[in-house]
């Protein structure tokens, strides 16, 4: 069965402090694709990054960064001196190998205090 | 710039009343989604369509069923709606296997 859990309901920081949210995946597949979604206060989602099963290597995009590591299914996001304009709630994604069905977690709920 | 449109953005029901959601994208996307988000449930997948012509049920579709009307249209419809399918619906599109999803800016539905 696929699973994403993301243990992390909610997170406090200071402006300007680093932050990771976790993401721990289960899955039987070799083939598939994990994903990190935004939603802000204003209720849309928005894509942040994909990662597929064959591609390690972690990837930085300004002050987001993250780390997949198969070998102990986890794939965490990493938001280096938060602002307060990250304050949203961040969804953890797998999809399987047909890429038709996709597992979300239960999403972390970020508050960046200035 | 579109992307994917949902009506109506807000909807109240009785019990038992019946409804569609309509959704529509222009991106010429293959692949289209709807979902349920619940607090503290993050989102569930109801009903997919890999491609026009096609509908495959996903995590909860019970009490839901969808159609897609052509390549750009995918509805879904509440025959009976219950207190339970009170939620935030959000429909999603994608060009394909492995491709980020887009989502339409929800519906939120209330069931008295």
């Known amino acids: 069965a696929q699973k994403v859990t993301q243990a992390q309901t909610e997170i406090s920081v200071v402006e300007k402090e680093d932050v990771t949210l976790d993401c721990v995946y289960e899955?039987?597949?070799?083939?598939?694709?994990l994903f990190w979604y935004k939603q802000p206060p204003s209720g849309e989602l928005v894509f942040l990054i994909r990662?597929?099963?064959?591609?390690?290597q972690n990837e930085i995009s300004g002050r987001y960064s993250w780390n997949f590591q198969k070998s102990t299914s986890s794939f965490n996001f990493t938001i280096t001196a938060s602002q307060v304009v990250d304050s949203a709630v961040y969804f953890c994604?797998?999809?399987?190998?047909?890429?038709?069905?996709?597992?979300f977690g239960t999403g972390t709920s970020l508050t960046v205090i200035p | 710039n579109a992307g994917v449109t949902q009506t109506p953005k807000f909807q109240v029901l009785k019990t038992g009343q019946s409804m569609t959601l309509q959704c529509a994208q222009d991106m010429n996307h293959n692949s289209m989604y709807w979902y349920r988000q619940d607090p503290g449930m993050g989102l569930r997948l109801i009903y997919y369509s890999a491609s026009e012509g096609t509908t495959d049920k996903g995590e909860v579709p019970n009490g839901y069923n969808v159609s897609r009307l052509n390549k750009r249209e995918f509805s879904l419809r509440l025959e009976s709606a219950a207190p339970s399918q009170t939620s935030v619906y959000f429909c999603a599109s994608n060009a394909g296997v492995s491709q980020p999803q887009h989502f339409g800016d929800g519906t939120r539905l209330s069931i008295l």
């Open positions: 899955t039987r597949d070799t083939t598939y694709y």
């Open positions: 990662r597929n099963s064959f591609d390690e």
């Open positions: 994604a797998l999809s399987d190998n047909t890429g038709n069905q996709f597992y």
